[in-house]
């Protein structure tokens, strides 16, 4: 038993969870992944790092002004929305109408569960999508645009960043983490001043840098960038 009272055998299984994260390469890899982390991720994962990434994240997104700047839609897309951290934290802060995306049908399953404080549903629908790929979402469908804990090694990369400009409605306001090593490895600055330059985004995004774990422990990345932007 560990101090938390948890048996060792429980501490090793998240631990190779954990690492496989670090090394998904594909989609397939994320599927298989997150389909065996779905049962234990809140509890293995979330409650025994102290992650506060999602409640950051969601604050800055309102605090930018949330989904109420969009013309036409009020809808809000968490992208990797997993178990549904950041739908709970948006509805908390009166964000009312989330959908959730995700490759993981297991993980969606997790935030079909979710409410918010009050105990209205957290996600308005749960959508499975391979952000990888074009998504059978229609263009403009979204006045806003959240992501945490996707924008990472082996998940979604800047040109994933295509996809959701499509879906997001004009002036739809975006808040996307992205993991700090991944943001200058990918190129996402570059990415993001070619979007600038296109006209696909009204101007070259504000990076906040938020802590990921209340009490850090352990080798993974303390803190995030996050892309705050509005699409045009
Ligand atoms: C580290 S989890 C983060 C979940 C949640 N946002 C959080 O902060 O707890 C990453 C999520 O991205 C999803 N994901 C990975 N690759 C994806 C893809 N190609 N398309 C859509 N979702 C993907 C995974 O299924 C997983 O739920």
Known sequence: MNAEGKDSGSDDE????????????????????YADWADTYDEDFIAATGYVYHQNVARLFVEAGGASGAAGSAVVADVGCGTGLVGVALVDLGEALVDGLDISPEMLAVAATKQGASGQPAYRSLIEVDLTTRVDIADDTYGGIISTGAFTHGHLGPEALDELIRIAAPNALAAIGINEDFYVERGFEQWLSDAVDAGRIIAMPTIEKVEIYGEFSGSHAARSSVALFRVR
């Open 14 to 33: 998240a631990n190779a969870l954990l690492r496989r994260a670090y090394s998904v390469e594909t989609p397939d890899d994320s599927r298989g992944l």
